[in-house]
């Protein structure tokens, strides 16, 4: 991992090795290790939301174990999401890092995916998933 953060600090908008950093820092142990991790999603939210990475497990935060780390990815979400309500992309991954700690929010997410998009049935899929996982 500290050969990708430092291939990372040569070349920081190479997409590639941001996800590829992503990744590899999951799940995240130590506190610096979860202070790099969390840069380096932010970093893939702010300038990738519509990558698949962005809505991948690798990149959720836990809101319980991670708080501050997790209203931090959160508010940007929000804004990225607000700045283009209609990104069917970027909805898709917002709907997704919300799936586990705000299911209703994702299940308002993934709704108005089917709205907007009503001839995908990935968002009917993915919706019925969320409704149907049993609450821990």
Request: hydrophobic letters at 45%; aromatic letters at 8%; charged letters at 25%.
């Amino acid at each position: 991992m500290q050969d990708l953060e430092k291939q990372v600090a040569v070349a920081p908008s190479d997409h590639d090795l941001r996800w590829r950093l992503l990744r590899a820092s999951f799940p995240a142990t130590s506190p610096e290790a979860r202070a790099s991790r969390l840069n380096t999603l932010l970093w893939v939210i702010g300038n990738t939301p519509e990558a698949e990475i962005a809505g991948s497990p690798y990149a959720r935060v836990n809101h319980l174990t991670e708080p501050a780390a997790y209203e931090q990815a959160k508010a940007l979400w929000l804004s990225i999401l607000d700045g283009d309500p209609a990104n069917l992309k970027v909805l898709l991954n917002v709907a997704r890092f919300f799936a586990t700690d705000e299911p209703k929010l994702s299940e308002e997410l993934f709704t108005k995916g089917m709205q907007l998009d009503p001839e995908n049935p990935e968002w009917r899929t993915r919706l019925g998933m969320l409704l149907h996982e049993p609450a821990l």
